[in-house]
């Protein structure tokens, strides 16, 4: 089988996109003569882990990002480094004979390097992640979870996906919103599914990140979460917008509370695992189309 790649997104948080991950990778894997994987994007708040309390952790890297340090010995206080940084990091004192790079704001593009006709540039590793991989009751499970006061979000769901990169089914589930570390991880998925709630502010995420995907010209379809909660005309926005429904997964209480104690797999009401079913065949034929 060849690699299908499948981001799981939605323009808010709390509407239980990683719920949703975790339940079409489970089902899929039950119905797939595959090895299914979840890639856990979430980078800031990783935890579609906590569903599989048995997992065992298999293989583990640290992500590195190359910071430049300036020899002062050899620099000459040009500022070309300086001026030629988007993103301010370089802090200097030519007076004082003074400068540093503030590791916060380096994005390692390399710029100041380039310019600097002095190789005065050298470069230092400094820690920005870790990326680990799992083997769950379903499948196999990679996760990335950034370092305590870094921004290189974006730059870890990078490596995140290619230290997890396979030949079969993928899913990824996507940080919530439509930040950067969306968009990162949403580049070169096959197909993205929208989790929305019937809610005024969840029709109003959805059409933001449904702008993001048409702008990243993604295919992409919805699947509605908690549905018969809300009262907005979520379906009549759909059809409206000739977006694609896949599918309804009804609210059920019990099947929430147990879902925030992490515990989904146990009791799967009947008309959740209706609704999952006709999904992951969706998804099946998607594959086949795409
Ligand atoms: S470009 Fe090179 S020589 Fe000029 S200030 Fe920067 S590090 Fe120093
Ligand atoms: S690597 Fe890029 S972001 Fe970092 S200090 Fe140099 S120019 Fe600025």
Known sequence: MSSFKIAI????????????????????????????????????????????????????????????????????????????????????????????????????????????????LGTKRVAIGEMSQHNTSTGVLYEGRLEIGSVMQTRLIGMLKEWGATDHLTIYDAPPGTSCSVVETLDEMDYVILVAEETSFGLHDLKLIVRLVKALQLPFGVLINKAGLGTTPLKAYLEQEHIELLGEVPHNLEFAKASAQADIFSNIPWSIQTSLERVTQKIKHKRVEL
Request: with cysteine; aromatic share 6%; net charge negative.
């Open 9 to 120: 997104a939605s323009g808010k948080g709390g509407v239980g996109k990683t719920t949703i991950s975790v339940l079409l990778y489970h089902q899929l894997q039950k119905t797939m003569n595959e090895t299914i994987s979840l890639v856990d994007c979430d980078v800031e708040e990783p935890n579609s882990r906590i569903f599989f309390p048995a997992s065992t952790q298999t293989n583990k890297e640290v992500a590195y990002q190359e910071i430049p340090m300036i020899d002062t010995t050899l620099c000459s206080f040009c500022r070309k480094c300086v001026n030629v940084c988007e993103f301010n990091a370089i802090m200097m004192v030519s007076a004082l004979e003074h400068a540093e790079v503030n590791e916060s704001l380096c994005h390692s593009c390399g710029a100041c390097e380039y310019v600097c006709d002095r190789q005065a």
